[in-house]
């Protein structure tokens, strides 16, 4: 089981960025797939999750980011829009059964097959 994350770069800021999280070794369509970031300095943080057709987004990113899935390329994907610098941060995506506690404190000790991550920087 293994997820790789991919897509991050340099953007100014207003712009875009869309990432992909791409699964082996597992079908994604009974999975939750999450979104995290860690900021320099700053503990990592759940992002969005998406579980089936349900979505969900912590507050900093809602209307701006938008989380799919594409089953048929057992992918998930993270449209940033409207970046800003304090998106700034490594991105990573990993699984788990549900999203319960995807934006709660034990989301490290919830989800699992955590990627290397993709790093988003977004100029001022």
């Known amino acids: 089981v293994q997820l790789q994350a991919s897509g991050g770069g340099l953007v100014q800021a207003g712009g875009s960025l869309r990432l992909s999280c791409a699964a082996s070794?597992?079908?994604?369509?009974?999975?939750?797939i999450g979104w995290f970031r860690q900021a320099p300095g700053k503990e990592r943080e759940g992002v969005s999750c998406i579980n089936g057709g349900r979505t969900r987004y912590t507050e900093s990113v809602k209307g701006r980011f938008t989380i799919s899935r594409d089953n048929a390329k057992n992918t998930v994907y993270l449209q940033m829009n409207s970046l800003k610098p304090e998106d700034t941060a490594v991105y990573y995506c990993?699984?788990?059964?549900?999203?319960?506690?995807?934006?709660?404190?034990?989301?490290?000790?919830?989800?699992?097959?955590w990627g290397q991550g993709t790093l988003v920087t977004v100029s001022s």
């Open positions: 070794g597992f079908t994604l369509d009974y999975s939750a």
């Open positions: 990993a699984t788990a059964p549900t999203c319960t506690g995807y934006s709660g404190i034990y989301f490290m000790d919830i989800f699992d097959s």
